[in-house]
């Protein structure tokens, strides 16, 4: 079966400018996560949904940051403005369960994106 | 809340010898515990899961880890590794919150 897909791959930017990223998940699957990683930490989430609601936002600077999954398959993460230290890998993640058991996350290669 | 400590963030490793990448986490509840594997330019791949049960998991790749309820461990271990098996390693724990913390990553490099 095909993984889950992400675009773009890499992206630069200059700072206050906006961007998105694009992700479409296993098929089937109902839950999607997105991830920030910056360069020497560990993935840290910013937003759940399962299926086109949103589970946990708490980590998602809201006032740059939204994202959406319409018809609860693709998402969308958009930054505006963008700031330096946003420069990161955004990594999306989908499972088959909303997380009840312990299932396993599917990740995708990841959109790098560069601030300047 | 929980937390995932990663007590070496480089193992440099010669091919064919042993390796142990560390692994303590904290939770006030029960908890699942993984491994993931991130090679260069690519998303995470699962290694292994600690669910509930045997207390020693293997994974893909001939690497195994091990959960040690009472000192909070889940260090990962391979006898033998491969210069593929270069790459970070990131250790993440899942609690009643249903969501995946991680840790800071190991990179460990199998040298010739």
């Known amino acids: 079966e095909a993984g889950v897909a992400q675009s773009p791959r890499y992206k630069i930017i200059e700072k206050r400018q906006s961007v998105a990223f694009w992700c479409n998940p296993i098929?089937?699957?109902?839950?999607l996560y997105w991830y920030q990683q910056i360069l020497g930490q560990g993935p840290k989430l910013l937003i759940q949904f399962q299926n086109n609601g949103v589970v946990d936002d708490s980590q998602l600077p809201k006032d740059r940051f939204s994202a959406e999954r319409l018809k609860g398959v693709d998402s969308t993460l958009k930054i505006q403005p963008a700031k330096l230290e946003d420069s990161a890998v955004y990594l999306c993640?989908?499972?088959?369960?909303?997380?009840?058991?312990?299932?396993?996350?599917?990740f995708g290669p990841g959109t790098r994106l560069t601030v300047l | 809340a929980q937390s995932v400590t990663q007590l070496d963030s480089q193992v440099p490793v010669f091919e064919e010898a042993p390796v142990e990448l560390r692994c303590n986490y904290s939770s006030s509840v029960s908890v699942y515990l993984f491994w993931y594997v991130q090679y260069p330019n690519q998303g995470l791949q699962l290694l292994l899961k600690y669910l509930s049960g045997s207390t020693l998991v293997k994974g893909i790749n001939g690497f195994e880890a091990e959960f040690n309820k009472s000192q909070t461990s889940f260090h990962l271990r391979k006898p033998s590794v491969h210069i593929s098996d270069t790459a970070e390693y990131f250790c993440?724990?899942?609690?009643?919150?249903?969501?995946?913390?991680f840790g800071s990553g190991t990179q460990l490099t199998v040298l010739p």
């Open positions: 993640a989908s499972s088959s369960s909303r997380g009840g058991g312990p299932n396993e996350q599917f």
């Open positions: 993440a724990v899942r609690g009643s919150a249903r969501q995946l913390t």
């Open positions: 098929s089937g699957h109902a839950t």
